[in-house]
């Protein structure tokens, strides 16, 4: 059973700056085959934020690119989001997931955003 841990979300005022943190357990590192985010506010579609596959780019939805940041750290099985510049737009419920190498996907339970004044 993959579990992953998120961990780092808040409140924050718009331009301030947040990091989240999802650590994985219950597997290997070798067998992850791509780690990130997706988003969803109340009574919006889910979107992607990012994704950082082991053998190819990472991704970031449009509406984040030059803002958001996603790492690895191998040693740790931890994926980061360094989120700059943030908008009150960026305010939802972030869930970190994990694809299997061979195709699988886990969920992180979620962790909320709220970018406010």
């Known amino acids: 059973q993959v579990q992953l841990e998120e961990s780092g979300g808040g409140l924050v005022q718009p331009g301030g700056s947040l990091r989240l943190s999802c650590a994985a357990s219950g597997i290997s590192i070798f067998s992850i085959g791509a780690m990130g985010w997706y988003r969803q506010a109340p009574g919006k579609q889910r979107e992607l934020v990012a994704g950082?596959?082991?053998?190819?780019?990472?991704n970031y939805g449009d509406s984040v690119k030059g803002r958001f940041t996603i790492s690895r750290d191998f040693a740790k099985n931890t994926v980061y989001l360094q989120m700059n510049s943030l908008k009150p737009e960026d305010t939802a419920v972030y869930y970190c997931y994990l694809d299997k190498s061979r195709g699988s996907r886990s969920w992180g339970q979620g962790t909320q955003v709220t970018v406010s004044s």
């Open positions: 950082i596959p082991s053998g190819g780019t990472r």
